[in-house]
Nanobody
Framework: QVQLVESGGGLVQAGGSLRLSCAASGRTFSSYAMGWFRQAPGNERQFVAA????????YYADSVRGRFTISRDNAKNTVSLQMNSLKPEDTAVYYC?????????????????WGQGTQVTVSS
């Protein structure tokens, strides 16, 4: 089992940057594929980015590709999301998630563990 805690959210102006971090407990972090999702008020939770166990593959939603970068440090049990050129439509609660079993990393159902989320607000 793994516990996830996100940090780094906040208020930023459009065009600015934020870096989200997710700290994972446990000694098997490298066994999990990791993902970031986001949920805006009134919307479903949507896929943002994912990274495989070995960092061999990265996945991005079309809406963030070229602006966001996901990375992980297996030695520090952390996964990060660097967000640049932020837009008001990026405003949402951002969630970190961990997947132990195989499956499409763009689907919520693939992930077994979720953090509590961190708020990102982008002002225009």
């Amino acid at each position: 089992q793994v516990q996830l805690v996100e940090s780094g959210g906040g208020l930023v102006q459009a065009g600015g940057s934020l870096r989200l971090s997710c700290a994972a407990s446990g000694r098997t972090f490298s066994s999990y594929a990791m993902g970031w999702f986001r949920q805006a008020p009134g919307n479903e939770r949507q896929f943002v980015a994912a990274i495989t166990r070995s960092r061999g593959s990265l996945y991005y939603a079309d809406s963030v590709r070229g602006r966001f970068t996901i990375s992980r440090d297996n030695a520090k049990n952390t996964v990060s999301l660097q967000m640049n050129s932020l837009k008001p439509e990026d405003t949402a609660v951002y969630y970190c998630a961990a997947a132990l079993v195989s499956g499409s990393l763009t689907l919520r159902s693939t992930y077994q563990y979720w953090g509590q989320g961190t708020q990102v607000t982008v002002s225009s």
